[in-house]
């Protein structure tokens, strides 16, 4: 019966830790918006750059890292026509308003051997974690539960 309450104990602080985690995840992400629409450049036949400017002005004080997740929709010239997710992270430095990044593609069905061309660049989401300190739950409440619980075998 001993085991099982230590067990309980035990399983009962983790719980707590991971729900302080999320608890604090969550208070540390922020909002941030594109300043446009993305910017498609094309580089030869079917490589691009795709440039993203982030508004961070309701962002962090302390700057962020995010990930930009986007659907590109292209077609080359015999008319095959594809769409994909891309992921692109990026980094608002601290007491920046405004960022950017860029990323690197290549469209084609056969390396090189088509003109693409960029139909659609679509943003279905940004996230933004707060950079600076990190404050995470310490460990040692759960080594003091641990000793609790071995106080009460």
Sequence with gaps: MDT????TTLLL???LVTLGAAGIS???RRAVTLT???????????EFRI??????????PNGC??????RVDWK???GT?????????????????RAMTVDRQYFDTAEGQHTTDVLKVSVDRITCLESGEPRTPQLASASAASAAAERLQ
Excluded: C
């Design 81 to 97: 026509t594809r769409s994909e997710v891309k992921l692109v992270n990026y980094t608002v430095s601290p007491h920046a308003t």
């Design 51 to 60: 440039a993203f400017g982030i508004n961070a002005e309701r962002g962090a």
């Design 26 to 28: 969550s208070a540390a």
């Design 13 to 15: 602080v983790i719980g």
């Design 76 to 78: 080359t010239e015999d």
């Design 36 to 46: 446009q629409d993305p910017l498609v450049m094309r580089l030869s036949k079917d």
């Design 4 to 7: 099982r309450l230590f067990k």
């Design 65 to 70: 890292n995010g990930v930009i997740r986007y």
